[in-house]
């Protein structure tokens, strides 16, 4: 369900309609029917209003702020068009204005609702320029200052018209030279990018700049025509590269705006989340680029902030490692590595193993209070926490849960801990197959309940709303993290970072994150399985996820538990397009290949959950040697080395 975080009045947020900045759209809407159509060449100018939230850093004695956006209409009641009996028009322009900041990130599975995200992104990219450079100039500062007074990163790609917008600003309104405002542009801008997915690298039709932002489709023509320019000069000859390269794709109305090729030759560095990512980014996802600016494509490893993940969200863990070590790991994580020693203590094992047990046992009260599922504590807690999608391969997970269940009720002597397998997650609205990956975990968890033949061994449960709150909750008490995303698709990951912080031990993939966690903890402390990124790129073109369903008996028995409607009854085919994805369509992010390798690493972590010591001692040793993962080495590295900032 969707999180409606303003149906309330929020004491923290403070209105300043006095800084409401003025954002103009080159059309404005009428209404056909139930929808609103855009009427060209009509300017409509929107108001910003800024919702400002304190932000307060641990032990700080400053408040930074967190400025928020609604929209709002100039006009926000039309007494002629109410006097003539039209009651809808006569609110229109606020039913317009308002519905850009109704929803973040609209579904864009049509094309109205891409038109409403791509507004809605110009929206707030505007805002905060605005509101940037009035706080700039009103210091009394001169536009060639701005780099050395500002530093804005784009956060992916949905801010990447900044690059257009700041030009606008600039060449427009500030009436400086192109030269001088591309440079200023350039250098006051920064890209972080965040996925390896080439769907999710946005294109924008060029109608839709042709409708609603004309000025910025002349802007990016001239910044791509003086680009293009620069390749030809520097690979005379190599015409492929320059349509490679080029900021648009396509022609006639088919034709796009590439906007992580716009987020990258606008700005002074691109930087992926993951050293793994980051080397993907420059070897194949815009390899072009890295070798025309090879000086400007960088690594930064996410963090997480131990304050949230381990102190507040894991108390009787922290107050355990301050008792043993002090508490300055708490600003500064790398000190954990202390406990190193401690992983052998069996004082400190045994604390570590009561901490655990208490966060278990009032975590699966709030699961009895929440959802009226019975939850043993006892039980191994396996947890794969993220947003639904093919490549994290939560179906992975499940076709394991099936080989398990299917070996429980063939054998009941089968020696395997007794375990609970969480998922939790969200998906995006038009993505119907990773809903109906939802539908079968919550179809598979009804029919695993019902039976007596795993009861009190085997336990699945899909915990809805999944929110920071939940997570909060959930990974503190798991004894097992799922890091299992095809490798070469998980930028980085942070979940990961947050469970090893917390003593859960990782099944993961070589990918993202998780192949720096294993090096710092030792893989000897992990269980890692599974294709390397490498080996996915060279078996791609001859995989056939057939032979495993023909060749591995196990596999094929999971699967077929699905495809016979075993968990669907009353809703005979309804999985059937999972079959298609897995065997049909080949199996493009290669669960089949990787399952059995996947079964046999679970086989390890049953052993080693047997023998409590060796396992409490990997866990203790994970959360030693998760200091490098702290949020304040990752914005530590961006103010040094992105946006040269000093204290």
């Known amino acids: 369900h969707p999180d409606n975080w303003l149906l309330q009045p929020d004491p923290w947020e403070v209105m300043r309609r006095s800084e409401s900045v003025e954002v103009t759209l080159g059309c404005s809407f009428t209404l056909a029917g139930s929808t609103l ?10 108001c910003g209003i800024p919702y400002d939230r304190p932000v307060v850093g641990y032990g700080g004695h400053t408040i930074n702020t967190l400025r928020l956006w609604e929209a709002s209409a100039r006009n926000v009641f ?8 039209d009651f809808v028009e006569a609110v229109l322009d606020k039913l317009a204005a308002e519905t850009l900041t109704r929803v973040l990130y609209p579904d864009d599975s049509t094309r109205a609702g891409k038109a409403l995200r791509f507004a809605q992104e110009y929206f707030l990219v505007a805002c905060s320029l605005a509101d940037i450079l009035a706080r700039f100039r009103r210091r009394g500062n001169d536009w060639h200052a701005l780099p050395d007074k500002v530093a804005i990163q784009l956060n992916d790609t949905h801010p990447a018209l900044a690059v257009a917008e700041l030009m606008r600003l600039l060449v427009d309104n500030a009436k400086l030279g192109w030269d001088d405002a591309w440079d200023l542009t350039r250098r006051t801008l920064a890209y972080t990018n965040h996925t390896l997915l080439p769907e999710a690298l946005e294109k924008w039709p060029v109608s839709f700049f042709e409708t609603i932002l004309p000025r910025h489709l002349e802007i990016l023509y001239e910044i791509n025509r003086r680009f293009l320019d620069e390749v030809r000069k520097r690979f005379p000859g190599d015409e492929a590269r320059v349509q490679r390269m080029s900021l648009f794709e396509g022609e006639g109305p088919s034709k796009q705006v590439r906007m992580a090729h716009l987020a990258i030759v606008g700005t002074h560095s691109t930087n992926g989340v993951a050293a793994l990512h980051s080397q993907l980014l420059r070897t194949h996802v815009v390899k072009d680029f890295a070798e025309m600016y090879p000086e400007r494509f960088n690594n930064k490893t996410n963090g997480v902030t131990p304050r949230r993940w381990l102190l507040l969200a894991n108390p009787e863990l922290a107050r355990h490692i301050t008792e043993a070590i002090g508490d ?27 901490a655990i047990r208490a966060l278990k046992g009032r975590f699966v009260d709030w699961v009895k209070r929440a959802t009226g599922q019975e939850v043993d504590p ?12 093919e490549y994290k391969r939560q179906l992975l997970n499940l076709l394991h849960i099936l080989v398990l269940y299917n070996r429980l009720r063939r054998d009941p002597k089968y020696d395997a801990p007794p375990r609970t397998f969480f998922f939790a997650g969200k998906a995006a609205p038009a993505y119907h197959l990773a809903k109906l990956i939802i539908k079968l975990i919550n179809n598979v968890a ?17 915990l809805p709303d999944y929110n920071v709150t939940l997570a909060e909750r959930l990974i503190p008490a798991s004894d097992v ?20 912080m917390n003593g859960a031990l990782t099944v993961g993939t070589r990918d993202g994150a998780t192949i720096e966690m294993a090096q710092e903890a030792g893989e000897d402390n992990f269980f890692l399985f599974g294709l390397t990124a490498e080996q996915v790129l060279a078996t ?19 699967l077929d538990l699905i495809f016979t409607d075993y968990f669907s009854r009353n809703e005979r085919g309804i999985f059937a397009p999972i ?25 390890r972590v049953s052993k080693l959950y047997g023998d409590r010591a060796a396992w409490c001692r990997k866990a203790i040793l994970n959360i030693a040697y998760s200091g490098k993962f702290s949020s304040d080495r990752s914005i530590r590295e961006y103010a040094d080395e992105i946006w040269k900032a000093k204290p």
């Open 328 to 354: 300055s790991w708490i600003t500064d994580l790398s000190q954990l590595r202390r406990l190193a020693p401690l992983a052998d203590d069996s004082a400190f094992k045994a604390g570590f193993r009561k």
């Open 378 to 389: 006892d039980t191994l807690f396996d947890s794969q926490v993220k947003r639904i999608h």
């Open 540 to 558: 791609r073109g001859w995989y056939n996820p057939m032979w495993h369903y023909e060749h591995e008996p196990e596999t094929r028995a999971a």
């Open 579 to 603: 079959r298609d994805a897995l065997l049909t369509k080949g199996d493009f992010y290669m669960h089949l290949a990787d399952l059995s390798s996947y079964v046999q690493t679970h086989e």
């Open 37 to 46: 159509q855009p009427l060209r060449n009509h300017p409509y100018i929107i």
């Open 78 to 85: 039309d007494y002629g068009e109410f006097s003539r009996g």
């Open 446 to 462: 009804a029919v695993i309940d019902n039976d007596p033949a795993v009861q009190g061994r085997l336990k699945v449960l899909f």
């Open 481 to 500: 993290s799922e890091q299992i995303s095809t490798a070469g698709y998980e930028a980085s990951g942070t979940s990961n970072m947050k469970f090893m």
